[in-house]
């Protein structure tokens, strides 16, 4: 399957569009699970779509950017993933590590230099200031926004209109004379998520709230195997009796999540009372220590110290 003039500009103009709403608009379209909503959309396969872009979500789960520091460009790498996946039939776990996470990693080049060229405009910006120029202050605030968007839809064009050939030539490799590496890409590919939680609880508070953490591990794990089981027993119930029909559902992971929330809503709930001195007497006592102490500051408000004469 050749990827169409018209799915190449689509896909151009949402790589622009993506990195201007994450700097600027902050509606969540610059994010990688909807980069891959949008480029299994526009590819016709939403499935493969979510599923890389849910996967580089989760492999920058905790991965920031602090000043003007530059990270991995994780929506660019999820477009021309879920493209070629679906245009040369690459499994998507494969397109992960093979695609994804590499061009994320060589976009912060296009990245950095696109943070240069916009001090073109940034001093343009510092000139406007200083002669009270409100009106090019604000053209040259949108005109900062092409750097940025050139910065990916530039990259993400040419390898979309001449990177096929060299994408199906490297699929047929590791599907076959490569096999091996291709198996350890996929492999690699459904790991990297682990790589996120990884570092997201890294900088998390765990060693305060490890029962938490111990807890949700444990009932995810319970879950898991009994609705597992109760899929193989279904499954080999269905072989027996051929008038038995019933569907399985797999475990929901809203219910997991809405958990975690119930648990989450209890610590904040705890933490919100510790800090408010407690409850009852406790409480109480507390509220009228600091009702007198604003009132004796009120009182030595204005009164002149001898020293001070």
């Given amino acids: ?90 499994k998507p776990t494969q397109a992960i590590a093979a695609i994804a996470v590499p061009v994320a990693s060589l976009m912060i080049q296009t990245d950095i230099l696109a943070r240069f060229t ?33 910065s990916r839809q530039i990259p993400v064009f040419l390898a979309l209109a001449f990177g096929g050939g060299l994408v199906t030539k490297v699929v047929n490799y590791l599907n076959t004379d490569l096999k091996w590496l291709g198996d350890g890409l996929s492999v690699a590919g459904a790991v990297l998520p682990a790589v996120g939680f990884a570092i997201l609880l890294r900088y998390l508070p765990v060693k305060k ?17 009994i609705f597992t089981s109760i899929q193989t027993l279904g499954t080999g119930l269905q072989g027996v009796a051929k008038d038995f029909s019933s569907t399985f559902n797999s475990l929901p992971m809203l219910a997991i999540a809405l958990i975690g929330f119930g648990l989450a809503a209890i610590s904040y709930k705890k ?36 020293d001070e004469l």
């Fill in 1 to 90: 399957m050749d990827i169409s003039w018209w799915q190449i500009l689509l896909l151009t103009l949402y790589a622009g569009y993506q990195i201007l709403d994450e700097l600027e608009i902050n509606s969540s379209a610059g994010s990688a699970v909807f980069a891959g909503f949008i480029t299994g959309l526009i590819m016709g396969d939403v499935k493969a779509g979510l599923l890389i872009g849910g996967s580089m979500q989760l492999t920058i789960l905790g991965v920031g950017t602090f000043g003007g520091a530059s990270r991995i460009d994780a929506n660019s790498g999820t477009v021309l993933a879920t493209a070629f996946s679906v245009a040369v039939g690459m």
């Fill in 118 to 150: 916009n001090t073109f405009f940034a001093h343009r910006i510092d000139k406007n200031i200083e002669d009270f120029n409100y009106s090019a202050i604000n053209r040259n605030f949108l005109l900062g926004n092409i750097p940025w968007a050139l």
């Fill in 209 to 225: 709230h490890f029962p938490y953490l111990i807890l949700g591990f444990t009932l995810t794990a319970l879950l898991s195997t």
């Fill in 271 to 306: 933490d919100i009372t510790q800090n408010n001195g407690g409850s009852g007497s406790s409480g109480s006592n507390s509220s009228s220590e600091k009702q007198e102490d604003s009132q004796q500051n009120d009182n030595d408000e204005g009164e002149i110290e001898d």
